[in-house]
Structures are given as C-alpha cells and as structure tokens.
C-alpha cells in the first residue's frame, strides 16, 4: 500500500488506528485454547470485529514466536486472512529487526516475499546497511525505531548533542522517501512529537503507548499530525485483551469504535480542511 | 552453561570457536534439497564435523524465518540436536531482538524456555527495561551489540561523548554480571577491541567479522583476550560454505580445524600461565 492509498483509507474511515496483535496464549478467552489454532482464532474473531475501525493491524512478532513454529504458522495464516478479506488494511510486522546487510535482506525476504506484510519495524542500532535491505520493495514500509515509549528509551536515545533519537530520524531521510518510511515515536512522550514532527515532516508516525502505557490520544494528534494526517495510532491490550470473556470480540468492537470517533472527532478539528 | 564451564571447555579444546549456522536453502549443497528438512540436516552435518573443534554454534534467526514456520522447526531441531549430542557446547540465538517488557519477556520465553538456547544477541536502542527481562534465567546469557563489525555502525555507535557503543558498554554492566552478560564487538575494528576490554574486562566478547567480514584473529586475540580467554570469535560463511559438494560437512571440519589450531597457539601465546 502507498502513502496516497493509506491517506485514503484514513479519509475513508475516519480513523488513524492500529489495532496491534499482540496475542498471548495465557491472555486469550478460555473458550478459545480448545482450538485447533487458538492465536489465529482470537486474530481473526478480533479482525472480524474491528476492521471497520481499524486502518493498520501490527502482529507483534515476540508472542507468536514465544510458542515456537505454530505460533508462526498462526502468524502466517493471520496475515493471509487480512490480505484475503481486507485488503485494503495496512499490516506491519512489529519485529524490530535490523542485523548485517545479508542477514537484514533474509528477514525483508521473510516479511515481504514469504509474508505479504506491508511493513516491518526496524532497530536503528546497527546504521543504514542493516535498514536498507529492507527498502525498495514497491510500496513496502520500513518503520525505524526513533523515540520509543518505555521508560528505557532514556537510557539511550538521548545520547549526544543533538540526541540519538533525533540522529536517526534525520539521518534515515538520507536512505529512504515518505514513501516508504515511518518513525516509531512514542505516546508516552507526546509533546516531543511536535520537534519529531518538525524534524519530519511528511512521514508517517507510528505511535504505540496509548492505552495500557498511559499516552493520551488528544495530545498525539495536537502534536503529531500533519497535513495527511501521518500518524498511525496503536493500540493493543486496551482493545484486544478489554473482555476476557465469550464476548471479547464484541467488546473489542465497542473499544474500536470508541477510539474511532474519538479520532473522526481530531480529523475534523486539527486536519486542513480542502 | 556458567562462565566457568565456558572457559573449561575453551582449555579442554583448546579453542574459543563459535560456528554461525547462517544456513541459507539457497547456498546449502543441490544434494541437499531433496531431503525432508534440508536446513536440519545441513546444520546435522556441519556440527558432526565441528563439534571437536568449537565452542559455540550461533544460529542466525533470519536465515530459519525466511523460510517460514518449517525453518523454526528446523531451528528448535538443530538447538535440540546440539543440546542433546555435545551437551558441553554452548548456543547462541543469533536474534538481535529487543522490545517493551512484556514483549522481550515473551521473546525471552522463545529463546529460553521453549528451546534451550544458552544465550540470545539483543539490541541495546530501547535500553533496560527491553534487556532485562532476558536476565534472571540460571545459567542463560544476554550477549548485547556493543559496537558491531558492519559499516553502518559508523552512523549511530560513535554518537556521543564517549561514544554510544561505550556508554552501552558501561551501563549494561549495571544491569547484570559477567555472569550473564557478554557483549558483541566486531573483528573488523580489532583494535578498539583494547578499549572495550577495559570497559568490560571480565565480560565475554562474542566477536563476528572474521573471515567472510576480513577481520584478523590475530589481532582480535591480542586485542581482547583476558585470563579466562573472554572471547567467543565466530565464523559463518568461511566454515558452513568453504565447499559447496557432497564434501562441505568434511571441508568445513578441516576448516574449523585450522582455526582451531591457530586459536590453541593464540592461547598458549597470551593466556596468562597457570
């Protein structure tokens, strides 16, 4: 999918939000572990739900990985069944991933070619031959880690003058257009989204924290969205995991459409109006 | 395996070998591919051949996910097989993962729990509370990127003064012991291994550059080692695809032989008599 196509979706649905996947086998309804597939059963009773609202799904690799190759095999089957029956949903593989040129082009092949994810997350650390393997596939995404939103991104991030964080998302715009790269910044620091705004300003946003690590949603926009919006929202826990019960699609649903309005209303009052 | 177990089995053989199972469908032997799971039975033949003569094996994540879930199956074969075979050498999950808590935890599981990894490379850029959750498992190892053996290294490992590779370097050793805790520096810039070594002295280094990467043994040895040798220097490409017949499992063997050797005359050379 491409920045237009993206811009479309958001115009479309009036929202901005990124529903992320993190599925963990110990937190899904109890009903569901009697499945022959219990993660993808979850996904895709909460994609069913929540697509309406939803412009991007952001499997976290980690919870899938952590019940080893059939917690791929659901990973797999969970990207499928978004491209199948929604193709017009934007879907990142939440893998901060990044190592030597020929080990960064092996899990671009992994997440584009054998998977048909629209984007992968990135770690900054190993500099621009562990990220550029991952760029020049048509209308695929890299997401770079720039300020992040737990608490340890202040060990680091903020070394040097001008600070790391703020390197990397200057230095990036070298190696790769808006279109076909985002930043990941953090809710949990939201105003600094306006200098991460400044610093670039037609990319797209990534932004996790809001929800179960405290980021307020108001603020992101205030301080993040430009002219296309640019800014994807993500929210986890506080959709997926809201209700426990038989119901918990249903409740996601509800949660969705919450955060949905809630951004219609921040389209209406902070994007330029054509 | 504990530190003193490492450092029994570098005396015992006399080598401080790390052989990095970057195993490639695309590069491993033509014979190979009719097999049921020719990823498994490539690493199968590589480690019968090298077991005598090295340390460590270190499979590259990349490499097992770009073939999907059958490559995770083959990854948990081959960490099984090792396990179960040559109990004495320790593996190294070549992952470079790092995230929020709850989903280094999660990836924590994947490496130490469901299979029986000894130790996992993470990347340092979202800072404690994403390393730590690896930590605390008896016996298991955080290997942390420090300053690593690529060109893009230069982008962002030297911001800061000191630099950012230092700073990580220095504050990790808050976190965990020597115990638990190695790092990653690359062979290509063998000298500033003297640097690293007095930030770090009694931590293993795990070291890849050499070989395919032009870093010297030589110099990594006389840069890095300590007294209980602290180094893990790992070969890939140099030793799994030093021959490309029927005969790769024995080349490789003869490969990790001559570095075995010119390892036990850098140890008689530079470890401190006892």
Chains 1, 2 share one sequence.
């Not at 990534?206 to 929800?211: A, I, K, N, Q, T």
């Amino acid at each position: 999918m491409n920045r237009e196509q993206l811009f479309e979706q958001i115009k479309k649905k009036n929202s901005f939000l990124c529903v992320g996947l993190d599925t963990d086998i110990d937190k899904i309804p109890e009903f569901l572990k009697a499945k022959d597939d219990p993660l993808f059963e979850f996904n895709k009773q909460i994609i069913d739900a929540t697509a309406k609202f939803t412009i991007a799904y952001k499997p976290n690799l980690a919870f899938y990985e952590s019940v080893g190759a059939k917690g791929l095999l659901a990973l797999e089957k969970t990207a499928s069944y978004i491209r199948s029956n929604y193709p017009d949903i934007f879907i990142i593989a939440d893998a901060k991933r990044g190592d030597i040129g020929n080990t960064s082009k092996m899990y671009a092949k992994a997440f584009f070619e054998n998977m048909d994810f629209d984007a992968v997350t990135v770690a900054p650390y190993m500099g621009e031959d562990s990220v550029t393997p991952f760029l020049g596939y048509k209308d695929k995404w890299v997401i770079l880690l720039g300020l992040t939103s737990n608490i340890g991104a202040d060990d680091f991030q903020f070394v040097g003058t001008p600070p790391l964080y703020s390197q990397v998302i200057k230095k990036a715009q070298f190696w790769a257009s808006p279109d076909e790269l985002m930043f990941v910044a953090g809710a949990t620091r939201a105003t600094m989204l306006k200098e991460i705004r400044t610093l670039a300003p037609d990319n797209f946003i990534l932004v996790p924290g809001v929800g179960a690590q405290g980021g307020s949603l108001a603020e992101v926009a205030r301080y993040g969205m430009n002219a296309t919006c640019g800014l994807l929202v993500n929210l986890s826990r506080a959709i997926i995991y809201a209700d426990s019960t038989e119901n918990f699609a249903e409740v996601a649903m509800i949660k969705a459409q919450e955060t949905q309005k809630e951004m219609q209303q921040l389209l209406e009052d902070l994007l330029p109006k054509v």
